[in-house]
């Protein structure tokens, strides 16, 4: 089965601590997978893509295929990360995302 | 450019009713998708458009139909409307490009049913 697991609801953290998102997947294929991230108010937009290997606002994600986890990461937490962000899989060479439940993050001042 | 535009923004209906949600891009994508957001659930695929003249089910299609009227607009209708189906509807659209794939979204409808 396809299936993408965030584990966290909630994940609540002080301003400069490090942060990670968990992210779990499971694909029997070669994976996919993205963050979207949804900032209060505004539209659910991509943050990165594991393929391409970036660090976007400071965020990066390793896909690490022995755990199936796609984690985010971010050593410096700000108080504008504060959203709810969605791991994705797609499955295939087709265009469509497998969201898991998403986790919101709260950075506390 | 506008982007990804859907109308309307909320939406109250009585069990049984009928509506349409309306979608329109303006970035010339191909595929087109509808989603359903509701808590603890993440976002879950209803219907999706590869391309023009294309309907494909996703996740969850029951309750609902879609129309890809042209290459801009994506309709998604519901013929008797359920509770169940009160949560908030994004559509999104995508050029198909397989390395740098990138779904963009709409500001989504609100829907509530009574």
């Known amino acids: 089965a396809q299936r993408v697991t965030q584990p966290e609801k909630l994940l609540s953290v002080f301003k400069g601590a490090p942060v990670e998102l968990k992210c779990n997947y499971s694909?029997?294929?070669?994976?996919?997978l993205f963050w979207y991230v949804q900032y209060s108010r505004q539209r659910l937009q991509l943050l990165l893509r594991?393929?391409s290997r970036e660090s976007i606002k400071g965020f990066t994600a390793d896909l690490n295929k022995g755990e199936t986890s796609f984690h985010l990461k971010k050593p410096f937490a700000q108080e504008e990360d504060s959203a709810m962000y969605y791991c994705?899989?797609?499955?295939?060479?087709?265009?469509?995302?497998?969201f898991g439940q998403g986790t919101t993050l709260q950075v506390k001042p | 450019n506008a982007g990804v535009t859907q109308t309307p923004k909320f939406q109250v209906l009585k069990t049984g009713q009928s509506m349409t949600l309306q979608c329109a891009q303006d970035?010339?994508?191909?595929?087109m998708y509808w989603y359903r957001q509701d808590p603890g659930m993440g976002l879950r695929l209803i219907y999706y458009s590869a391309s023009e003249g294309t309907t494909d089910k996703g996740e969850v299609p029951n309750g609902y139909n879609v129309s890809r009227l042209n290459k801009r607009e994506f309709s998604l209708r519901l013929e008797s409307a359920a509770p169940s189906q009160t949560s908030v509807y994004f559509c999104?659209?995508?050029?198909?490009?397989?390395?740098?794939?990138?779904?963009?979204f709409g500001p989504g409808t609100r829907l509530l049913v009574l």
């Open positions: 694909y029997s294929g070669s994976p996919e």
């Open positions: 994705a899989l797609r499955p295939g060479n087709t265009g469509k995302l497998i």
């Open positions: 594991h393929i």
């Open positions: 999104a659209s995508s050029v198909p490009d397989y390395q740098l794939e990138t779904q963009y």
């Open positions: 970035m010339n994508h191909n595929s």
